[in-house]
């Protein structure tokens, strides 16, 4: 009996802790201040507030481009050490720049693929083909046959301003169709993950986040004026900093990826050192600054053209150069200084084109048209 008695007792502790705390206060019991009116009285806005401008026009640009930009999916097969071959499916946007089908976007979002699918904005499904590829400035385009395409409007890239406001459209994290607005934040060199560099990258604090590579950004007037490439965060998602690529720089190298499937990179054809005051002064140079040509190459642009390298040997520290050839300083009206500046000029034309390089030939300044070769190793 001693023993039961204080297993009754916890017994009836425990059924009276849970009939206070739980069941009790499980029960619902109406507050005697509500009341159940017949019909419920809201307050509406009399009328739909009228759009401003800056809404109007977001919606006239998403609506003259969201036919045009299109969802990629890309498959390839990978590796696994203890499955072999498997396979793996990337995704990423695109957009139409003609009525012939021909899409463009980052040769990131189909590189390796072994098949790419390409998903209109009316959900309609298309097998592409990969027409062309330039790693280099990460472009591809792809192409698919389908009827009543509409091509976006390639704008102009040069002269963009910090602080103008621009759109960026895709697919981020597969959700089609997204638009996201923002400014230009600034124009500089960025170094995208695989070590490639784009030159005058548009840096944007529109969201761009992965799904977005290939899409367009576009102005105020909804023109292209980039392709969204990147983006620099630690999550792997949008922190306000976005990169595109200048849509001059892809002009420049649409035909010749549409037609011959990859880029004819240009070249003046020659070897060239970077001047200083500190050399100008040493070598007795007309002007303080410029590349210095050490070498034409034989049979290149610069040879055909008259440009001459160096014909008197000396050395640069301990290394052995050619002077008392041309110094160039500008090409096309455009300063040059350094090797970098030279490279940037070539990446807005292509083997074919015709530039005027100015150069100092000992004292006196000459203007020379140059047309371009084919790039190998020389720039």
Do not use: C
Request: aromatic share 6%; glycine share 10%; no cysteine.
């Amino acid at each position: 009996m001693r023993v039961l008695r204080p297993i009754a007792v916890a017994v009836v502790i425990v059924v009276a802790f849970f009939y206070f705390t739980t069941y009790r206060s499980g029960r619902l019991h109406p507050a005697n201040w509500v009341s159940r009116p017949n019909k419920i009285e809201i307050t509406e806005a009399a009328t739909p507030e009228p759009l401003d401008a800056e809404e109007q026009n977001n919606i006239s640009v998403y609506r003259k481009n969201i036919a045009a930009v299109v969802n990629i999916t890309s498959r390839a097969m990978t590796f696994d050490f203890f499955y072999g071959l498997v396979p793996e499916e990337g995704q990423g946007s695109g957009f139409v720049i003609d009525k012939d089908g021909h899409i463009l976007t980052n040769y990131h979002v189909i590189a390796n693929a072994r098949t790419v699918e390409v998903t209109l904005h009316n959900r309609k499904k298309y097998k592409a083909t990969i027409v062309g590829t330039d790693r280099s400035h990460d472009l591809a385009i792809v192409q698919i046959k389908a009827p009543d395409l509409e091509p976006m409007t390639l704008g102009d890239s040069t002269n963009l301003q910090v602080g103008q406001k621009v759109y960026a459209i895709g697919n981020p994290f597969g959700l089609a169709g997204t638009l996201t607005r923002g400014i230009v934040s600034s124009i500089r060199q960025v170094q995208e993950p695989d070590g490639m560099v784009i030159d005058e990258a548009i840096q944007t604090d529109a969201a761009i986040n992965p799904g977005n590579s290939g899409g367009p950004l576009l102005n105020w007037h909804g023109e292209v004026i980039g392709i969204n490439t990147m983006i620099a965060s630690n999550v792997g998602q949008s922190a306000g900093i976005g990169f595109a690529i200048p849509i001059n720089t892809a002009k420049a190298v649409l035909n010749d990826l549409v037609t011959i499937g990859r880029v004819r990179r240009p070249a003046l054809g020659v070897r060239t050192i970077p001047i200083d005051p500190g050399l100008a002064t040493e070598m007795g140079l007309a002007a303080d600054y410029g590349l210095l040509i050490v070498q034409a190459v034989q049979g290149g642009a610069a040879d055909r053209s008259g440009l001459r390298g160096g014909s008197e040997r000396a050395y640069l520290g301990n290394i052995p150069i050619m002077i008392g050839g041309d110094l160039i300083v500008a090409v096309d009206g455009v300063k040059i200084q350094t090797q970098r500046d030279l490279a940037q000029i070539m990446n807005n034309h292509r083997a074919g084109d015709t530039v005027k390089v100015t150069i100092f030939r000992a004292k006196k300044q000459m203007i020379v048209s140059v047309v371009l070769g084919e790039a190998r190793d020389q720039v």
